[in-house]
């Protein structure tokens, strides 16, 4: 067993030699009803729970600030969807909570609310983020971004995106490392979907024992993505199938941990990788 499966977060050793499964809690604003802040809370908690009861290893909570042409979030509305969830979770679960976002005063919090994870789509790159990530001894995904989330998805253009992506990692690893976080509280994400087309999501998920050559764990994040949909020609409410091929293909290709919506569904599917892988 190879000591880059080991990945080091918080007060947990996760060994990443069985691909583990991340649990997507989003914690937004209920648009049905006037509930407020207490019913959202309440909502992403349960769901929480139900995804740890469906076997997710690691929980992803985010308060939306990252996604692709979302309307921006102020600090204050971030601080207050995510902390009040991650210090209720933090109680009553026993496994890595990991806080979605780029923010550095929201990463400091949710460290201090019990996150173990932080997991930012800008690599640490926000002035601030890097010296708050080496504060603790919270594990960190870096993960690739082309350009910024309102215009991203625009056109991407790549001369050759594996390099390009497995040249951005090194890069942002090594400035990692230079800020005193030792390579086991480390993993790496090629960013599916973050300004790239179905052409450079294809080419980087084959590419992923490529990207293994820098010697940390990979993350995938291709749940219900614009991809599949490309693919499938299908809605974002059904993807399920195409999500777990993209998750098996994940794993069988040297993915350690997929980040998911569908935890029941890819916890099964990965059963019978590791069957096989481990035969
Ligand atoms: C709209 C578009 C809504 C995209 C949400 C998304 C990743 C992530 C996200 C990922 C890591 C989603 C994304 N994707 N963090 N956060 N890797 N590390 O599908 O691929 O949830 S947001």
Redesign the pocket.
């Known amino acids: 067993m190879s000591n880059s499966n080991q990945f080091l977060c918080g007060r947990y050793h996760l060994d990443l030699t069985r691909p583990h499964v991340m649990g997507?809690v989003?914690v937004t604003p209920d648009s049905f009803s006037d509930g407020g802040r207490y019913a959202s809370s309440q909502l992403a908690l349960e769901h929480a729970m139900q995804l740890v009861a469906a076997g997710a290893d690691i929980l992803?909570i985010?308060g939306?600030s990252?996604?692709?042409?979302?309307v921006p979030v102020s600090l204050d509305e971030e601080l207050s969807r995510v902390i009040p969830v991650i210090e209720r979770l933090a109680k009553e679960v026993d496994v890595p909570l990991s806080i979605?976002t780029y923010k550095p005063q929201v990463m400091r919090e949710a460290v201090n609310a019990g996150a173990a994870i932080i997991?930012?789509?800008r690599g640490l790159q926000e002035p601030g983020a890097m010296e708050v990530a080496a504060e603790g001894n919270a594990g960190v995904?870096l993960?690739h971004m082309k350009g910024v989330p309102q215009t991203m998805q625009q056109d991407p253009v790549y001369e050759d995106v594996v390099q390009e992506v497995k040249s951005f990692l090194l890069e942002r690893m090594q400035a990692t490392l230079a800020a005193g976080i030792t390579a086991e509280r480390i993993v790496l994400?090629p960013?599916?979907?973050?300004g790239k087309r179905t052409v450079h999501n294809i080419a980087l998920l084959n590419a992923l024992p490529e990207l293994l050559e820098l010697g940390r764990p990979l993350?995938?994040?291709?749940?219900?993505?614009?991809v599949l949909g490309q693919i499938i020609g299908s809605d974002v409410d059904q993807r399920l199938h195409a999500s777990l091929a993209a998750s098996v293909i994940s794993a069988m290709k040297g993915g350690r941990i997929v980040?998911v919506?569908d935890v029941k569904a890819t916890v099964d599917a990965l059963k019978v990788v590791n069957a096989v892988i481990n035969a």
């Open positions: 997507i989003n992803d985010g939306e990252t996604r692709p042409n979302a979605d997991n930012d789509v995904c993960m994400d960013g599916f979907g973050f993350l995938v994040g291709l749940s219900r993505k614009s980040r919506h």
